[in-house]
């Protein structure tokens, strides 16, 4: 199986901030790979699929880059909605694995 | 509008077989591109894929846990059926039903039902 590595767990971060989070797979796996958003209590959310395609209704402050084996999701200006769990998940073969999550709190 | 929605069991006792449904509208599993799958996440922890079908009736399991897992589909009720045989404690998750569909000729995961909570316990 592909393992899935987030960094870091969690991050405190203020609204307005610039907040980066990385995903790294075990092996390559050219650009399978989501991004979702997941509030308390609630489904996650696609956010970007195949590395840094913006799912359609998602705000334009969400962005995905890399491809091999290491990501990274950014939000260019964090707002108050955005606090929550991230994760990351490859399509790159079955089992499909997602990463352990990076919490983003309020600072 | 599409949507998805879990029912069944809360609650189901060690040994026991689990049962859940996945109801859907807005969308066919009759239409290429398109299947359905299950993920769960326990309690504070992060989300595991377990199986999908997909609109041909291919279908792909975890292989961790396939030899527990069968899935199903209803196309006239636009239905998924996840059984899970011999449930144990540390199957006690939130378990999602979730459309996966090709865009752009990539898939992903993109629309989720609102989860169901399931605890195994005698």
């Known amino acids: 199986d592909i393992q899935m590595t987030q960094s870091p767990s969690s991050l405190s971060a203020s609204v307005g901030d610039r907040v980066t989070i990385t995903c790294r797979a075990s092996?390559?796996?050219?650009?399978?790979l989501d991004w979702y958003q997941q509030k308390p209590g609630k489904a996650p959310k696609l956010l970007i699929y195949?590395?840094?395609s913006l799912q359609s209704g998602v705000p334009s402050r969400f962005s995905g880059s890399g491809s091999g084996t290491d990501f990274t999701l950014t939000i260019s200006s964090l707002q108050p909605e955005d606090f929550a769990t991230y994760y990351c998940?490859?399509?790159?073969?079955?089992?499909?694995?997602f990463g352990q999550g990076t919490k983003v709190e309020i600072k | 509008q599409i949507t998805l929605k879990e029912s069944g069991p809360a609650l189901v006792k060690p040994t026991q077989t689990l049962t859940l449904t996945c109801s859907f509208s807005?969308?066919?599993?009759?239409?290429?591109?398109?299947?359905v799958a299950w993920i769960r996440q326990p309690p504070g922890k992060a989300l595991e894929w377990l199986t999908l079908?997909?609109?041909?009736?291919?279908?792909r399991y975890s292989p961790s846990l396939k030899s527990r897992l069968t899935i199903t589909k209803d196309t006239s009720k636009n239905q998924v059926v996840l059984t899970m045989t011999n449930m144990d404690p540390v199957d006690t998750a939130t378990y999602y039903c979730?459309?996966?569909?090709?865009?752009?000729?990539?898939?992903?995961?993109?629309?989720w039902g609102q989860g169901t909570m399931v605890t195994v316990s005698s």
């Open positions: 979730a459309r996966r569909r090709t865009t752009s000729g990539r898939w992903a995961f993109d629309i």
């Open positions: 807005g969308f066919s599993l009759n239409t290429s591109g398109v299947g």
């Open positions: 079908i997909y609109w041909d009736e291919d279908k």
């Open positions: 092996q390559s796996i050219s650009d399978y």
């Open positions: 195949a590395a840094s």
């Open positions: 998940q490859h399509n790159y073969n079955t089992p499909w694995t």
